[in-house]
């Protein structure tokens, strides 16, 4: 029973570590930590949300975007498009309202500023991620990676080991009966 817990618990982080670091990388995602109960109950802080860069003319009423809240600065805030119209360039504005917030944030985003759109998200993960640095997180994964292949390639040594002491091991003698 303990070593299909513990395979269950290393499959269980294997899959978080997946979805929270492997699949964002390989796809072109980027990870964001929600920080303020604006989305909530969706997504209320500590999520990690992942987004994918998404053409702006294929973003849609209803979608969840991350946007940068300045051109040229870091900070971003995650909120879903209420309205969307042709800015002055052709190119599309958003209007933007947390879920929790009773208005629209104030002004129209351009498209320049939208970095994704919503792709899924992972309740409480986000505490981890703001916790470690980019270098400190593939440096976690890695160290939690190769943690994992090692126990895993111990319990296979041990149960290998097993098999064939039990192979090995004489059958006790048949007694004759009369």
Same mark, same amino acid.
């Given at each position: 029973?303990?070593?299909?817990?513990?395979?269950v618990l290393?499959?269980?982080?294997?899959?978080v570590?997946?979805?929270?670091?492997?699949?964002?990388?390989?796809? @072109?995602?980027?990870p964001? /930590?929600?920080?303020? $109960?604006?989305?909530?109950?969706?997504?209320?802080? +500590?999520t %990690?949300?992942?987004?994918?860069p998404?053409?702006?003319?294929?973003?849609?009423?209803?979608?969840?975007?991350?946007?940068?809240?300045?051109s040229?600065?870091?900070q971003?805030?995650t909120?879903r498009?209420?309205?969307?119209?042709?800015?002055?360039?052709g190119?599309?504005?958003?209007?933007?309202? @947390?879920?929790?917030n009773? /208005?629209p944030d104030? $002004?129209?985003?351009p498209?320049?500023?939208?970095? +994704?759109? %919503?792709?899924?998200?992972?309740?409480?993960?986000?505490?981890?991620?703001n916790?470690?640095?980019g270098?400190?997180?593939?440096?976690a994964?890695?160290?939690?990676?190769?943690?994992?292949?090692?126990?895993?390639l111990?319990l296979?040594?041990?149960?290998?080991?097993?098999?064939r002491?039990?192979?090995?091991?004489?059958?006790?003698?048949?007694?004759?009966?009369?």
């Amino acid at each position: 029973m303990a070593q299909v817990l513990t395979w269950v618990l290393i499959l269980a982080l294997l899959g978080v570590l997946t979805a929270a670091v492997l699949v964002p990388r390989i796809a @072109g995602g980027t990870p964001f /930590t929600v920080l303020t $109960g604006s989305m909530a109950p969706g997504l209320p802080p +500590g999520t %990690l949300i992942v987004t994918r860069p998404t053409p702006a003319e294929d973003i849609r009423i209803g979608e969840v975007v991350t946007f940068q809240i300045e051109s040229g600065k870091p900070q971003v805030v995650t909120h879903r498009v209420i309205a969307v119209r042709p800015g002055p360039e052709g190119r599309p504005e958003f209007l933007t309202q @947390g879920d929790a917030n009773e /208005t629209p944030d104030e $002004g129209w985003r351009p498209a320049e500023s939208v970095r +994704g759109v %919503l792709w899924y998200s992972l309740p409480k993960l986000g505490y981890a991620n703001n916790v470690l640095t980019g270098d400190q997180r593939q440096l976690a994964v890695h160290g939690v990676a190769t943690a994992l292949i090692l126990y895993a390639l111990g319990l296979f040594t041990g149960e290998a080991r097993d098999r064939r002491r039990t192979r090995r091991e004489p059958r006790p003698a048949r007694r004759a009966t009369h």
